[in-house]
């Protein structure tokens, strides 16, 4: 019943922006938190992105700071993540990742998962 399911993948160029969605259904996202997580191939999955429950707080990892945004409608009861400037190392599987929380804040651990979405940086 509660399912996540990413949208927007593919192969672009270096320096140029994909807009990832991940819509949900069976569940409000005004009570979960939403994170955007990747893996490439041989690498561990790495949190990239997070964005509470009530969209007032985000964090996002090193590697994507200033590059990366998320955001999120819950009218659509869809979160975004927004990608520019994008480079080569960017490759991987692109997961988004729901937990359920009481305070309007990111988590450290998520419950429910997407499918993922493949991104592809090359020329």
């Known amino acids: 019943q509660l399912q996540l399911v990413e949208s927007g993948g593919g192969l672009v160029q270096p320096g140029g922006s994909l807009r990832l969605s991940c819509a949900a259904s069976?569940?409000?996202?005004?009570?979960?938190?939403i994170g955007w997580f990747r893996q490439a191939p041989g690498k561990e999955r790495e949190k990239i992105s997070c964005i509470s429950s009530s969209g007032s707080s985000t964090n996002y990892a090193d590697s994507v700071k200033g590059r990366f945004t998320i955001s999120k409608d819950n009218a659509k009861k869809t979160v975004y993540l927004q990608m520019n400037s994008l480079k080569p190392e960017d490759t991987a599987v692109y997961y988004c990742?729901?937990?359920?929380?009481?305070?309007?804040?990111?988590?450290?651990?998520?419950?429910?998962w997407g499918q993922g979405t493949q991104v592809t940086v090359s020329s």
């Open positions: 069976g569940f409000t996202l005004d009570y979960y938190a």
């Open positions: 990742a729901a937990q359920r929380v009481i305070v309007v804040l990111c988590p450290d651990e998520y419950t429910y």
